[in-house]
């Protein structure tokens, strides 16, 4: 199947610095990736839609100055993290979809971030 | 917002036994799909039923929807230690995921 990685695999950061995570598939161009957070023990949350080339769009209660979105290429995209807090750290994972494959999407293996 | 929500929570059940996961969600939708996570890494795609399919089979796995009660289910036929982690329905293109159900494979 399909291949999307993280980088990092996990940030240990200050409080009130920048964090920048990136996406990437590897083997397809991916039109539409998407960010989650997920906390310990609970469900994935969908904080945006990011689309290669225009403004990602954000879920209701996501801050879009603090989560910036850059989707620059069909293969990469980024989320920056700024001025983080410890209430930011998470686990945020990511997904590609590959348009050949109209419904599926396929998920990066997630990004630990600890916020000190 | 369209979501599923997976019953039980959580479960266990001992090594070789079948394990049944079912998830509700609120609206129409074209697809639905099941996805494993493991303990603090990423999710693994499992299989995914169309709107107008009513089961479908996938190895040790069996998926059966009913859109008619909102409803799919997920079956993990003769359990294997290594089956043990969460398990998410996610409704359509957004992916919207539900809470999840741990499960626990007993050795």
């Known amino acids: 199947g399909a291949v999307v990685s993280q980088h990092p695999s996990w940030v240990i950061c200050k409080s009130g610095t920048s964090v920048k995570i990136e996406c990437r598939s590897l083997?397809?161009?991916?039109?539409?990736m998407f960010w989650y957070r997920q906390f310990p023990k609970q469900s994935l949350m969908l904080m945006a839609t990011?689309?290669?080339?225009?403004?990602?769009?954000?879920e209701q209660g996501v801050e879009k100055d603090k989560f910036l979105i850059n989707h620059a290429s069909l293969t990469l995209s980024t989320l920056t993290v700024t001025s983080a807090h410890p209430e930011d750290s998470s686990f945020y994972i990511c997904?590609?979809?590959?348009?050949?494959?109209?419904?599926?999407?396929?998920f990066g293996p997630g990004t630990r971030l600890t916020v000190t | 917002s369209q979501q599923g929500e997976e019953d039980p929570q959580a479960l266990s059940i001992q090594e070789g036994e079948n394990a049944t996961m079912n998830c509700s969600y609120k609206?129409?939708?074209?697809?639905l799909q099941w996805y494993r996570q493991n303990s603090g890494r990423g999710l693994v795609h499992l299989i995914l039923?169309?709107?107008?399919?009513r089961e479908k089979h996938s190895g040790r796995l069996r998926v059966t929807l009913d859109t008619s009660k909102k409803s799919s289910s997920l079956l993990i036929t003769a359990s294997r230690a290594a089956d043990t982690a969460s398990y998410f329905c996610?409704?359509?293109?957004?992916?919207?995921f539900g809470k999840g159900t741990r499960l626990h494979i007993l050795p």
């Open positions: 083997d397809f161009q991916a039109t539409t």
């Open positions: 996610a409704t359509d293109d957004k992916i919207i």
């Open positions: 990011s689309n290669e080339g225009s403004k990602a769009t954000y």
């Open positions: 039923i169309r709107s107008n399919e």
């Open positions: 997904s590609a979809r590959d348009p050949a494959r109209t419904y599926e999407q396929y």
């Open positions: 609206t129409s939708i074209n697809n």
